[in-house]
């Protein structure tokens, strides 16, 4: 069951985003499976490991999302002009997108930390081959936005975030300090993108 909920991202993401070419629609497909996953198994403790010395660093950190993506924008991109262009493909104008702002910043990381954690080996540390599926289907996302060699390096980040994520949630028994620093990376990206429109 784990290997086939490891690829539910990716089903979304082809049916959604390439075969409806709508952003909300992979979106909610992704949570949607989520949600079926988890009905009738055990849920990690959402409220616990809110309280500890890393949150604070890893919260102000991963909000550095927001400048990193702002200002290495003219090189992250694949051409000039590709962002108003490729949100506007998915759907993602108007009330669409700023609808998407906080639902992305809230609810997203929520159901992400539930779904990827939830699927992880018990006292597992180290690289393991969740974090390559998690990262993998964020460059399937960014595949025609960022310019090729950068997705290398969103990978690796999102690989290291992942291995982060999950030992947080072993370390300090619960999903409190995944979800407010995956939160604030969420919530980074898309205020930059706005900012940038």
């Not at 989520?34 to 849920?43: F, P, S």
């Not at 974090?131 to 997705?151: E, K, R, S, T």
């Amino acid at each position: 069951m784990k290997p086939i909920a490891g690829l539910i991202p990716y089903v979304a993401v082809l049916v959604g985003m390439y075969g409806f070419r709508s952003a909300w629609a992979a979106l909610l497909l992704y949570h949607a499976g989520i949600v079926a996953c988890r009905v009738g198994r055990r849920t990690p403790n959402l409220f616990a490991g809110f309280k500890n010395p890393l949150t604070l660093p890893g919260v102000l950190v991963c909000a550095m999302a927001a400048p990193v993506v702002y200002f290495l924008w003219p090189w992250l991109a694949a051409r000039e002009g590709i962002l108003p262009e490729w949100l506007a493909h998915y759907g993602l104008t108007g009330w669409s997108w700023r609808l998407l702002i906080p639902y992305f910043s809230i609810v997203h990381p929520i159901l992400e930390e539930l779904h990827w954690q939830g699927m992880a080996p018990e006292r597992s540390t180290g690289l393991c081959w969740l974090d390559l599926l998690f990262a993998g289907y964020h460059v399937l996302v960014l595949l025609q936005l960022i310019h090729w060699p950068w997705l290398f390096m969103v990978f690796g980040v999102l690989v290291g975030s992942s291995v982060f994520w999950r030992w947080a949630a072993g370390r300090f028994g619960g999903l409190g300090l995944g979800i407010l620093t995956h939160a604030a990376a969420d919530a980074g990206v898309v205020v930059a993108v706005h900012r940038l429109l």
